[in-house]
């Protein structure tokens, strides 16, 4: 996990924003193998806002196609069995950081779904920067090579973001602050 952050904090040297380990817990209730959707949501049953939670498991199938593996996801926990996370609501105009009571006035706590990174064991070093990617409001892929939410590596040795990428997590970013999902560390230099 240290090695994967530390590549993380490369990756995103550009944006502004660094990881840091806050705690690492083993829990022997976690399934080792990841199959299906519910056990995707289920992993998010326990989390509490505040912080990136990021499961390592031994293996994570892909959902869509039976007997391909996945080296990581970003999840979006959904159903009506799991807890939603109450955060402080936004003032309206600051998209891309909308949530249910985006109507009700900004002080109101709205209710969001908890999400997650699931990391496999097979993950290579640049898996953890590329969920993170997507944690931080980038949804879709790019498909040039060397860029982070590609699939495909390029020639230089870390991937880069687009500036518009940098802008989405930087965004997204102050967005999960403010809503109080993502708490700064004040460890960090
Ligand atoms: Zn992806």
Same mark, same amino acid.
């Not at 904090?9 to 083993?26: D, K, M, P, Q, V």
């Not at 022997?28 to 199959?35: E, Y």
């Given at each position: 996990?240290?090695?994967?952050?530390?590549?993380a904090?490369?990756?995103?040297?550009?944006?502004?924003?660094?990881?840091?380990?806050?705690?690492?817990?083993?829990d022997?209730?976690?399934?080792?193998?990841?199959?299906t959707?519910?056990?995707?949501h289920?992993l998010?049953?326990s989390?509490?806002?505040?912080?990136?939670?990021?499961? $390592?498991?031994?293996? !994570?199938?892909?959902?869509?196609?039976a007997?391909?593996f996945? %080296?990581? #996801?970003?999840?979006? &926990? +959904?159903?009506?069995?799991?807890p939603?996370w109450?955060?402080?609501?936004? $003032?309206?105009s600051t !998209?891309p950081?909308?949530c249910?009571?985006l109507?009700?006035? %900004?002080? #109101?706590?709205?209710? &969001? +779904?908890p999400?997650?990174?699931?990391?496999?064991k097979?993950?290579?070093?640049?898996?953890?920067?590329?969920?993170?990617?997507?944690?931080?409001g980038?949804?879709v892929?790019?498909?040039?090579?060397?860029?982070?939410?590609?699939?495909?590596a390029?020639?230089?040795?870390?991937?880069?973001?687009?500036k518009?990428?940098?802008?989405?997590?930087?965004?997204t970013?102050?967005?999960?602050?403010?809503r109080?999902?993502?708490?700064?560390?004040?460890?960090?230099p």
């Open positions: 996990m240290e090695a994967q952050i530390a590549r904090n490369l990756i995103f040297s550009g944006t502004g924003i660094a990881f840091t380990l806050a705690a690492l817990s083993t022997g209730t976690l399934p080792a193998h990841v199959r959707r519910m056990e995707r289920a998010g049953a989390l509490t806002p505040g912080a990136i939670h990021v499961i $390592a498991v031994k293996t !994570l199938h892909d959902v869509d196609e007997g391909r996945r %080296s990581g #996801v970003h999840w979006k &926990v +959904r159903g009506s069995a799991q939603q109450q955060v402080a609501a936004p $003032a309206r !998209l950081c909308s249910r009571s109507l009700a006035a %900004s002080d #109101v706590p709205c209710a &969001v +779904r999400h997650l990174i699931i990391l496999a097979k993950a290579d070093r640049d898996v953890l920067a590329h969920e993170l990617g997507h944690f931080f980038n949804r892929h790019d498909h040039t090579p060397g860029n982070v939410m590609s699939y495909v390029g020639e230089a040795d870390v991937p880069v973001f687009t518009a990428q940098v802008q989405r997590v930087q965004e970013a102050a967005c999960l602050v403010r109080g999902e993502l708490v700064p560390s004040t460890q960090h």
